[in-house]
């Protein structure tokens, strides 16, 4: 069946050379006009006319959104924080004159600082690490915004067969290093496929506010790792337990007030499951 391509659309994807910023790029391409940043030199980038190379550090965003005139954009950057503030600043700026809209991937770092629950949308934002105090900077910045222009994803640990973790993961055990696992961390976990899947869907019913899009189960950091590593094959690993705090500490965004459908939602096992395959 031929694909429809939305041509109302115009969707920019920053951070697309990144694992899940190229991920939301593959998911998005085949049915909107999909853009992309890469951030270093490389050829095939070069080739493809719908990237555009980007530095957060060095180079004024204006430039590319002039270019591209995006209806929708995904923030999928990494880099120094303080320029990634002046540069959704210079978004935000982008949004208000054209009236388009921000797909923002945040964290459940936002919550880091709260240990004895789940987090859900409503709750306040309260972080003792450099990482969340930056995620809820520009989170407070996109609230300010009109409700409909913005789209706050916090995410749990994303997972994949290509994800920087399960890459980590592979290589330690290859080595023979022991793998940090955290025993009274109790989280919740996605895929890289699913969060691509809900984006989309978030942009095909433009809907708006912020989502968690967690697990709707939580797990222990120590035994999801263990089952991780029985999923890649027959290891005898070694472990490094990391303890935190002497009592379980929670960090899970879990979702009440702003679910998407049941077919978007998932559970841990189906996580593993996909790193099967």
Same mark, same amino acid.
């Given at each position: ?14 951070? &697309? ?14 049915y ?9 030199? !490389?050829?095939?980038?070069?080739? +493809? ?10 180079? @004024?965003?204006?430039?590319?959104l002039? &270019?591209?005139? *995006?209806?929708?954009?995904? #923030? &999928?950057?990494?880099?120094?924080? #303080? ?5 959704? &600043? ?9 009236? $388009? /809209? ?5 964290? $459940?770092?936002?919550?880091? $600082? ?5 987090s859900?949308?409503? @709750? ?5 690490s ?6 809820? /900077? ?17 995410? *749990?640990?994303?997972?994949?067969s ?20 955290f *025993?009274?961390?109790?989280? !919740?976990?996605?895929?890289? #496929? ?45 472990? /490094?337990?990391?303890?935190t705090? +002497?009592? @379980? ?5 879990m979702?009440?007030? !702003? ?10 096992s ?8």
């Amino acid at each position: 069946m031929k694909k429809i391509v939305d041509k109302k659309n115009r969707i920019l994807v920053l951070g &697309a050379s990144g694992f899940l910023g190229e991920a939301i790029y593959k998911e998005l391409c085949s049915y909107f006009r999909t853009f992309g940043t890469y951030r270093t030199d !490389n050829y095939n980038y070069d080739k +493809n006319q719908h990237y555009f190379q980007y530095n957060v550090e060095e180079d @004024d965003i204006f430039e590319i959104l002039e &270019a591209i005139k *995006p209806t929708v954009i995904v #923030s &999928a950057l990494r880099g120094n924080f #303080s320029a990634q503030v002046i540069t959704h &600043a210079h978004i935000i700026e982008y949004l208000v004159a054209n009236d $388009a /809209k921000l797909i923002y991937l945040s964290s $459940a770092n936002v919550f880091d $600082a709260y240990s004895k629950f789940p987090s859900y949308e409503t @709750d306040k934002t309260l972080s003792h690490s450099m990482y969340g105090h930056f995620k809820i /900077k520009i989170e407070n910045m996109l609230l300010r915004l009109q409700k409909k222009q913005i789209a706050i994803i916090r995410l *749990p640990m994303v997972f994949g067969s290509q994800s920087p973790r399960i890459k980590e993961i592979k290589a330690f055990l290859k080595e023979g290093l022991p793998i940090e696992v955290f *025993p009274n961390l109790i989280m !919740n976990v996605t895929t890289e #496929s699913k969060v691509t899947q809900q984006i989309h869907y978030i942009i095909n019913r433009n809907k708006s506010g912020i989502f968690h899009l967690g697990s709707n189960d939580l797990v222990h950091h120590d035994d999801f790792i263990k089952e991780i590593i029985e999923t890649l094959g027959d290891y005898k690993p070694t472990f /490094k337990n990391v303890y935190t705090t +002497n009592n @379980d500490r929670y960090l899970a965004v879990m979702s009440k007030h !702003n679910k998407l459908p049941k077919h978007l939602q998932l559970i841990s096992s189906e996580v593993l499951n996909e790193l099967e395959v």
